[in-house]
């Protein structure tokens, strides 16, 4: 199975209120699900044996990201700061493998096309993008768009009215403070991207504002 680069590049933008900006990524942790552990069951001659089995494998289509997110309000030229505002209050993060994302014409993306563009296949999985996004919900002002809930947190899917790799973006509301995540811990956002597991994927980050 391929993996999945992280990438946070800024093209050119910076920061701004009600605008969106590339945001710096640092990895801390990751890993996968565990594996069910065989076990075995002593067969005799003669014998009938009621064995129920109960494991948990882990999917291939999907990649999960979490954490928290940080940043100030600032002006200045380049690495140089002016003057700093304070803490910024973060509102919605974008994850896509597009660089030139058009931020004002956003739509309501189809969990359909997720399936068809990373090629998922067999319609009979239970992992299939239309089986996960069977929500609906509103965000960056987009409204009507599928949608799913990872615990307590709410992600969804965006276009720029064509279905691409590049064109698709997943969203998820930032929650400020952070709430329970799913290791117990307290963090600002949790989303998943599709990954095609035969080609490497590279995926951006990006942040608004409120």
Do not use: R
């Amino acid at each position: 199975m391929m993996g999945i680069t992280l990438v946070c590049a800024s093209f050119g933008t910076v920061f701004s209120i009600d605008g969106v900006g590339g945001g710096a990524v640092t990895v801390t942790n990751t890993g996968t699900l565990t594996e069910t552990t065989s076990e075995s069951a002593t067969a005799v001659g003669g014998n009938v044996t009621q064995v129920n089995v109960q494991t948990n494998i882990s999917t291939i289509k999907w990649q999960g990201f979490y954490g928290n997110i940080g940043g100030n309000i600032s002006l200045g030229i380049g690495t140089d700061n002016f003057y700093s505002f304070g803490a910024a209050l973060f509102q919605t993060i974008y994850v896509t493998q597009g660089t030139n994302t058009d931020w004002v014409n956003l739509v309501a993306g189809n969990a359909a096309d997720v399936d068809t563009t990373w090629n998922f296949g067999v319609a009979d999985d239970v992992d299939q993008a239309v089986d996960v996004f069977t929500g609906s919900s509103t965000f960056a002002g987009v409204a009507i768009v599928p949608s799913t809930n990872i615990g307590s947190f709410n992600m969804g899917i965006l276009n720029n009215g064509t279905n691409s790799k590049s064109t698709t973006v997943f969203v998820a509301d930032i929650e400020n403070p952070g709430i329970v995540g799913f290791d117990s811990n307290s963090f600002n956002y949790q989303i998943m991207v599709p990954v095609e597991t035969t080609v490497a994927e590279t995926y951006n980050f990006y942040v608004s504002l409120k």
